[in-house]
C-alpha cells in the first residue's frame, strides 16, 4: 500500500503562509488526481483543492484565491501553498489516498492565530 506523510504545518499569524507537502512511498503518484483535504475540531473533514493527472485544479470556495495545489511526480509530492491564511484555516491538513483501500496518513496541523 502507498503510505502518505504529510508536513510542513505550523503556528502562523492570520495572514501569513505556509507551505504543506505530502509525499508518498510505495507507489508512483503519476497516475492519479490528487486532493488536499482538512479536518478541524468539531467539524466534518472537508475538501481543500484537487489537482488532476495534467495539471487541472480545483478549490473549494473557502480557499479560492489563497491556496494553490501543485505536484512533482518525479518526487512523489503533492503541494499546498497557502496564503492570506485565516484563523477558520486552522485544521488538520491531509492528502487524501488516492485509491479507497489505501490509508489516510496523520495529517499536518495548521494552527492561524495571533
Known amino acids: 500500500q502507498v503510505q502518505f506523510v504529510e508536513s510542513g504545518g505550523g503556528v502562523v499569524q492570520p495572514g501569513g503562509s505556509l507551505r504543506l507537502s505530502c509525499t508518498a512511498s510505495?507507489?508512483?503518484?503519476?497516475?492519479?488526481?490528487l486532493n488536499w483535504y482538512r479536518q478541524a475540531p468539531g467539524k466534518q473533514r472537508e475538501f481543500v483543492a484537487f489537482i488532476s493527472t495534467d495539471g487541472a485544479t480545483n478549490y473549494a470556495d473557502s480557499v479560492k484565491g489563497r491556496f494553490t495545489i501543485s505536484r512533482d511526480n518525479a518526487k512523489n509530492t503533492l503541494y499546498l501553498q497557502m496564503n492570506i491564511l485565516k484563523p477558520e484555516d486552522t485544521a488538520v491538513y491531509y492528502c487524501?489516498?488516492?485509491?479507497?483501500?489505501?490509508?489516510w496518513g496523520q495529517g499536518t496541523q495548521v494552527t492561524v492565530s495571533s
Open positions: 487524501k489516498p488516492p485509491r479507497p483501500y489505501d490509508d
Open positions: 510505495g507507489s508512483v503518484f503519476s497516475i492519479y488526481g
